[in-house]
């Protein structure tokens, strides 16, 4: 991890348990609202006028499976190109995905269009996306709905 983002607390999901996390151990706790100030059914109070709730996964899940692999019928999501998916209080959100090989043809584009995808969601402010290459991927990462659209079962 490098020092920028042991700086900047991140909220990802974690694989293991499917639950979020705080990644960095020194950020401070979320400050709740005053008892007060919730809503009487008990909800706490919508975030102020002019600034963003907090992406959701689902959401960006949502928009990155809008991309597809100009030569695979399948999206990306399901290919399992998306390793990670950082969600941050302030609405930015930054994906780590990777590519079927290093010399992928379409290794310019795939990262463009994911970042515009997810930018056009509401709540998210700014997108970055990174190419990585650890773990290497392999057909195990694809989702069964992946495998059976391209006869791979």
């Avoid at 706790?29 to 102020?48: I, R």
């Amino acid at each position: 991890m490098d020092e920028k983002n042991q700086v900047e607390p991140a909220i990802g999901m974690a694989e293991e348990t499917g639950h979020f996390s705080l990644e960095a151990s020194d950020a401070p706790a979320p400050k709740a609202a005053p008892v007060s100030a919730w809503t009487p059914d008990g909800e706490p109070p919508a975030a102020p006028a002019g600034k963003a709730a907090m992406p959701d996964e689902d959401s960006v899940i949502e928009a990155i499976a809008t991309v597809y692999d100009p030569e695979i019928p399948v999206n990306i999501y399901e290919l399992g190109l998306i390793y990670a998916i950082d969600l941050h209080e302030d609405g930015s959100v930054k994906v780590e995905m990777t590519l079927t090989a290093p010399n992928c043809p379409s290794a310019q584009e795939l990262p463009v269009q994911v970042k515009e995808a997810v930018e056009k969601i509401e709540t998210v402010t700014t997108a970055t996306v990174e190419i990585v290459w650890e773990p290497p991927w392999d057909m195990s990462r694809m989702s069964e709905d992946a495998r059976l659209a391209l006869n791979m079962f």
